[in-house]
């Protein structure tokens, strides 16, 4: 057995012993239950076109190791050199011949098949790292040896950090060092990505184009333009400091709400006492540092440094008169009793983890994101909230045996639609412990919440609340986020989804496909899989930037059109920055989403008629599904037609809606 494979039955030895320390049944699932493939297992994924390379074979066929068994060798320790302490393991294999070819075609099938790579990282510290110590520059073989003289301005920029006065004729020997690799906070993940290409590219006389990295080709749905906003992110913190700093020096009004008898005992009364408390920080704020604020019935709106902060209080009081007066819970712990103090409340705690769980790993954040924009995209922004979708990928990085916690983009990206589509959520709870505070005393308490919601199951398995359960330390009873959605239903449609997305998402990495519109593929949604389909106007969505793939639709029948409105635009004109800052201040639309209100208005007034589907990232389609129609009920005795229905959900968007298709009548059920 050759050093690079015992390494790799070292490590998944370690990862076995992990699954059986701390999975549950001695973590049998996990080990023999648990798809491993390369897909998923490994952070970078590498393929190599090798077709018609005749260095591969000049070794000969007639040998105990066959060539291109050395030459897996030869590429293996190649990129163990270059990456260095970047990588944990690296696995090439190279399965050259189909499984389904045939020997009568000769050894000329041999090379068809790409050479496969796969890299796990070792940290996200060491893969993201922007310096290397270079070679000894005293060591002239050691120093032009493996790297060459890398003085490429392009990829690579060599700086001297050894001597402060030397001849120029001595530079270039200085100047290796130490490396550094140019790049922005948000591009880092790609630094493998170029190491390993120039060591490929230098020691194996092959071309880019042969060279196929599986690690930002889901990059463009994180884009806004040529750069990632999260780059902004910085200027945001700070103003939020700035805010939070003054808010602090406050005199006139407390900050800290003290319990107290005199508090209001009603709900109402309590909400209009908090919106007095914020008015009053707003003038505050105003008189004292000349900030512009807005207020609005329910929250106050702060302007600082080009981004807005909306103000709200969340008091204790709201949640004690959620329990009865003799200090006791309702005895219906499902019963979610709508409450602001709650919800802010259960948004507080949400987010404080979250934030820590982001401080731990770096790679959550843009796999999150990219989860969120395939939710998005395939219109299931209604049935999924993305504070489930956080909880999601958490579980990814909490509970990741038996594999490695992801540090790349597209695997965490694969492990999630792995999780979605193949989680037993009719008969399991998800528990996500961010944390890991969770008593025995608390996951018996979840586990039992569980069990009643899965009380009427055998008698009928649509009815079913929380069918996908979702537990943590602040909601043991899964009410926060998924109580009432995805159904049953939508989570079988969502189910579907991520399974046919895993599948494409696999094939894309593992086998030879380079066509970025394969890739697209995974945020494209087939709109005829609707029954009726809603066209927007892009000028008219609230972040026009955001829209991946403009809609169109040239099937079914086009029931509706509509014009554009003029009232609503997503950006200020040149124009309207000429006049006061009272009037510019007061055409201002903070926080306005126009496709938030449409579907609110679709959702109440069509309610027993139709589902909606909708993107809330920045679609320019929604999508209908037809409940079932009773031919006895008296809507349809009356005569009540499904293309006056989508006309008048056209006269409903007036302005904001520029078509309404209709592909499929609705199914009619006695």
Request: proline share 3%; hydrophobic share 40%.
């Amino acid at each position: 057995m050759h050093t690079f494979l015992t390494f790799q039955l070292q490590d998944e030895a370690a990862l076995t012993l992990q699954c059986i320390e701390k999975c549950k049944d001695g973590g049998f699932e996990e080990i023999f239950m648990t798809k491993v493939d390369s897909a998923a297992k490994y952070d970078y994924c590498i393929r190599l076109d090798l077709k018609g390379k005749s260095e591969v074979h000049a070794s000969g066929y007639c040998l105990d190791d066959e060539c291109w068994r050395l030459y897996e060798q030869k590429v293996q320790s190649l990129l163990n050199q270059g990456l260095n302490n970047r990588a944990n393991l690296i696995r090439v294999t190279w399965r050259n011949a189909l499984s389904e070819c045939s020997i009568e075609n000769g050894f000329s099938i041999l090379d068809r098949e790409p050479l496969l790579v796969g890299v796990s990282v070792s940290s996200m510290e060491n893969a993201f790292r922007v310096v290397d110590i270079g070679p000894n520059v005293e060591n002239k073989e050691e120093l032009f040896g493996f790297g060459g003289r890398r003085l490429s301005l392009g990829d690579l920029k060599m700086v001297q950090l050894q001597k402060a006065q030397v001849r120029y004729s001595f530079m270039l020997l200085l100047a290796a060092g130490n490396q550094v690799w140019e790049s922005e906070r948000w591009n880092r993940h790609l630094i493998l990505k170029r190491i390993s290409e120039y060591v490929l590219l230098r020691h194996l006389s092959s071309s880019k184009e042969n060279i196929v990295h599986i690690v930002d080709q889901l990059d463009f749905s994180l884009l806004h333009g040529v750069r990632d906003p999260i780059s902004f992110s910085g200027s945001l913190l700070e103003a939020l400091e700035v805010l939070s700093k003054r808010l602090h020096l406050i005199q006139d009004i407390p900050l800290k709400l003290e319990g107290s008898r005199n508090w209001p005992v009603d709900d109402i009364a309590i909400e209009k006492t908090k919106t007095a408390f914020l008015l009053k920080i707003g003038e505050s704020l105003q008189n004292s540092w000349g900030m512009t604020c807005t207020a609005t019935e329910d929250d106050v709106d702060v302007f600082v440094s080009g981004y807005v902060y909306r103000l709200k209080i969340w008091h204790e009081r709201g949640l004690s008169l959620l329990k009865r007066e003799d200090g006791s819970e309702s005895s219906d712990q499902f019963k979610w009793v709508c409450s602001i103090d709650k919800e802010l409340f259960v948004h507080s705690q949400h987010s404080s983890m979250i934030n820590a769980l982001q401080g731990r790993y770096q790679l959550y954040g843009p796999v999150v994101r990219i989860a969120k924009r395939w939710v998005a995209s395939h219109l299931f922004s209604s049935c999924l909230v993305e504070e489930a979708v956080e909880l999601l990928v958490a579980h990814l990085f909490l509970k990741p045996l038996p594999f490695n916690a992801p540090c790349s983009r597209i695997t965490g990206f694969l492990r999630f639609l792995r999780l979605l589509s193949e989680y037993d959520w009719t008969f399991s709870a998800l528990v996500v412990d961010i944390n890991e505070d969770l008593s025995t005393k608390d996951e018996k308490e979840i586990s039992n919440n569980f069990m009643l919601t899965r009380k009427g199951y055998e008698e009928n398995k649509q009815n079913v609340s929380a069918a996908m359960f979702l537990a943590t330390a602040y909601d043991k009873a899964s009410e926060a986020w998924t109580r009432f959605s995805p159904n049953v239903s939508e989570l079988k449609r969502l189910v579907a989804y991520a399974r046919s997305s895993a599948n494409l998402l696999n094939k894309l990495i593992l086998q030879d496909q380079i066509d970025s519109y394969k890739w697209e593929c995974l945020l494209r949604t087939p709109l005829n899989n609707y029954d009726a389909v809603i066209l927007l106007h892009r000028d008219n969505l609230p972040y026009p930037q955001r829209l991946l793939f403009p809609s169109e639709l040239n099937q079914g029948k086009h029931v509706a059109r509509g014009n554009a409105s003029k009232v609503f635009q997503p950006f200020m004109s040149p124009g309207d920055f000429k006049g006061s800052s009272e009037e510019l201040k007061n055409k201002l639309l903070v926080n306005f989403d126009p496709l938030r209100f449409f579907v609110g208005d679709l959702e109440k007034e069509f309610s027993n008629m139709f589902k909606v589907w909708y993107d809330s990232l920045g679609g320019d389609a929604i999508g209908i599904t037809w409940d079932r129609f009773s031919s006895k009920k008296r809507g349809r005795e009356e005569g009540e037609d499904p293309v006056d229905v989508l006309k008048s959900v056209g006269q409903f968007g007036k302005g904001f809606v520029r078509s309404v298709y209709s592909l499929k009548s609705p199914r009619l059920m006695n």
